[in-house]
């Protein structure tokens, strides 16, 4: 056993200096065991010795097996940062040949359009459109619907609207949602649309939008039929055209990555449109 002074010996040195290492620490607990034993006579040594083997091994064991812990641990953090460096570069690979899939025969299409000889422009116009919804909703997940919403004018009054001219796909019916000015969504959205330095606007719940947008009363009473909502402008320089949106009875069926990809596309359209105006 232990004497009161060898027992406040072995706590000095355990809980002395913090800059011991655990190695220091194991031999001393051992050694200072083996002494305490041998203090009780050198007659019994041999038991002594083996108390403070023991002792050793004790305190020995558990610092291995923390050590093949952590090393354990550290090599399957690595191993999870190479899945996950490997994971992302997989979907970045997937999405840039989605986008090429998509956009490539979208281009295609719209130069053949824009170069037709003895074509109406606003035939080709409207040609341009169906084209862009027709070939852009298949890609996409099932039941979102593309659209094209056009920008309304009246000559005699400043009047404006955004509306859906009947160009749609991916879904049966239309949007019946406008956005008209004087009123709060319609000036949100005609405002936001305008501007060209804006994000392509997504709304992954209509019911729950951001605050700082402003929603049509279709949306709040779920009367619109989709969840969610994604719009890009179509723009020719400054002068807004109309906006495509993407919609959706799911959500989750939409993600921001599908907004900018509808921001490309709007891009492609506002070109052929502007080529098609100078026919």
Same mark, same amino acid.
């Not at 620490?25 to 065991?33: R, S, Y």
């Not at 998509?102 to 003895?118: D, F, G, N, V, Y």
């Given at each position: 056993m232990f004497t009161g002074k060898t027992s406040r010996m072995a706590w000095a040195i355990f809980s002395g200096s913090t800059w011991w290492r655990w190695e220091a620490?194991?031999?001393?607990?051992?050694?200072?065991?083996a002494v305490a034993y041998a203090f009780q006579g050198w007659e019994n040594w041999p038991l002594a010795a083996s108390g403070g083997i023991c002792t050793l091994m004790a305190?020995?064991?558990?610092?291995?097996?923390?050590?093949?812990?952590?090393?354990?641990?550290?090599?399957?953090?690595?191993?999870?940062? #190479?899945?996950?460096?490997?994971?992302?570069?997989?979907a970045l690979g997937n999405e840039k040949r989605?986008?090429?899939?998509?956009?490539?025969?979208?281009?295609?299409?719209?130069?053949?359009?824009?170069?037709?000889?003895?074509r109406d422009p606003a035939d080709v116009r409207r040609r341009l459109k169906?084209? #862009?919804?027709?070939?852009?909703?298949?890609?996409?997940a099932?039941?979102?619907?593309?659209?094209?919403?056009?920008?309304?004018?009246?000559?005699?009054?400043?009047?404006?609207?955004?509306?859906c001219d009947g160009i749609s796909d991916g879904r049966d019916g239309h949007p019946s949602t406008t956005?008209?000015?004087?009123?709060?969504?319609?000036?949100?959205?005609?405002n936001y649309m305008s501007n060209s330095t804006n994000a392509?606007?997504?709304?992954?719940?209509v019911r729950n939008p951001p605050p700082h947008i402003k929603s049509p009363p279709e949306w709040l009473s779920g009367a619109c039929g989709y969840e969610t909502f994604v719009a890009a402008p179509v723009l020719s320089k400054r002068d807004l055209l109309g906006m495509l949106t993407l919609d959706?009875?799911?959500?989750?069926? /939409?993600?921001?990555?599908?907004?900018?990809?509808?921001?490309?596309?709007?891009? /492609?359209?506002?070109?052929?449109?502007?080529a098609a105006g100078r026919k």
């Open positions: 620490g194991t031999i001393l607990a051992g050694v200072g065991t305190i020995v064991l558990p610092v291995v097996q923390a050590r093949k812990a952590t090393a354990e641990a550290k090599r399957v953090n690595e191993a999870a940062a #190479v899945e996950a460096r490997i994971a992302a570069q997989t989605r986008l090429s899939r998509l956009l490539e025969p979208l281009a295609k299409e719209l130069i053949h359009l824009t170069h037709a000889a003895h169906f084209m #862009v919804v027709q070939t852009v909703a298949p890609k996409l099932d039941g979102v619907r593309v659209s094209f919403f056009k920008l309304q004018k009246h000559t005699i009054t400043p009047s404006r609207v955004l509306v956005f008209p000015l004087g009123e709060d969504h319609g000036d949100f959205m005609l392509p606007l997504f709304v992954a719940n959706s009875e799911r959500q989750g069926a /939409l993600v921001e990555e599908d907004a900018e990809t509808l921001a490309l596309i709007a891009c /492609l359209l506002a070109v052929g449109l502007q």
